[in-house]
């Protein structure tokens, strides 16, 4: 790891030098580079730097240990040494954590697609209350959302939606929502207070841009009409709906919510790049799935990953066997209370399997 450390130090240290010379100064394009890179290296730089300190504090205080013969200063010596060893297995953590492989997709924006399940009204109501969560959850990080495509089920439910949010680091965080979310509770259509199991499915995929997945306009079959459901009066008096089907995957995106065509048109190019580039990273995935099994999992639709028991006030995500309470609180948007420790546990899982392949 030491090694690792000081390239990484010396790398940076570096990349300001060459910022600094004159032949840079005129490349705007080497600048930018060079930016962006320096821009990622200083987190890791910063606390290199901050862990070779303590070390040296260490030496330091282990010399006054054994040169001194002041006791009042040993003892002093003695408990800052306590301090800054624990300080050292602290920052050696950090750093192993800093180190572990980067997922080139975290940094991007997200695209979450919610579906009800079984369980009818009822799963289309709790596929709405989800969909809210995302989007509040969205607002506390200061991101950005957008509902790029909804259909609702008449009784203000959906069957599916289709929302962007926008913000750094978003599929970080989102992306362990993939998978079926289980609701159990009385349905307010419910007359004899029977509980009722219902499910949606989350799919969360990294929102894909032309230099991540070029699509060829001669694969797309695009089909224009006259949009209905919500929308207001004017959504109904234009062919303004897009239906966008991508020829070599079958695959099918609609989009009516905009009343503009060419704005529908843009909606459903992003959300058919997006399912596009999705497809061909789970790909990869399985193909490194012999090596090593991931606590995100494949985004798979069905594989059940939560669920919301309002009689109990609990939910229990089931990949690391956490139960939490508040259920109003959750919905609110405040979902780093089982997002974090899954963060953790999958750090956990990558720190075990990349000390196991040493």
């Not at 290296?41 to 070390?55: D, F, H, N, S």
């Not at 013969?69 to 950090?94: G, R, V």
């Not at 008449?154 to 989102?174: D, W």
């Not at 997006?274 to 193909?287: A, V």
Request: glycine share 8%; aromatic share 4%.
């Amino acid at each position: 790891m030491f090694d690792k450390l000081q390239t990484i130090l010396t790398r940076y240290n570096d990349v300001q030098l060459e910022l600094a010379e004159p032949s840079t100064m005129g490349d705007i394009g080497k600048i930018q580079k060079l930016g962006s890179e320096l821009s990622d290296l200083r987190p890791m730089a910063e606390k290199i730097t901050y862990y070779k300190r303590v070390l040296s504090d260490i030496e330091g205080a282990l010399d006054v240990i054994n040169t001194e013969s002041d006791t009042e200063l040993q003892a002093m010596a003695k408990t800052e040494l306590e301090e800054l060893k624990a300080k050292q297995l602290q920052l050696e953590e950090e750093l192993k954590v800093m180190l572990l492989p980067k997922d080139v997709r975290n940094d991007k924006n997200v695209i979450i697609e919610v579906r009800a399940g079984t369980g009818g009204d009822e799963a289309g109501l709790f596929a709405m209350e989800l969909m809210r969560a995302y989007m509040k959850y969205a607002d506390i990080r200061v991101w950005r959302s957008e509902i790029l495509s909804q259909s609702e089920n008449g009784v203000g439910g959906i069957k599916e939606a289709v929302v962007a949010i926008y913000g750094q680091g978003a599929f970080s965080r989102l992306k362990y929502e993939s998978g079926v979310h289980r609701v159990q509770r009385v349905p307010v259509t419910e007359s004899s207070g029977r509980i009722h199991t219902s499910t949606a499915t989350v799919l969360v995929m990294p929102e894909a841009e032309e230099l991540d997945l070029h699509i060829d306009p001669g694969d797309l079959k695009i089909d224009v009409f006259r949009a209905g459901g919500h929308g207001g009066q004017g959504v109904n008096t234009t062919d303004s709906a897009v239906r966008m089907t991508h020829i070599p995957t079958g695959l099918v995106v609609n989009c009516q919510d905009e009343r503009s065509q060419l704005k529908n048109k843009a909606k459903a190019l992003s959300i058919l790049r997006s399912r596009l580039y999705d497809l061909e990273q789970q790909k990869m995935q399985q193909e490194r799935s012999s090596e090593r099994h991931s606590l995100v999992g494949s985004g798979d639709r069905s594989e059940k990953i939560r669920t919301y028991n309002f009689p109990q006030d609990r939910i229990t995500d089931h990949r690391i066997h956490l139960s939490v309470s508040n259920m109003p609180d959750f919905l609110s948007g405040n979902l780093d209370r089982v997002i974090d420790p899954l963060i953790v546990a999958e750090q956990t899982e990558l720190l075990s399997q990349s000390g196991g392949n040493k």
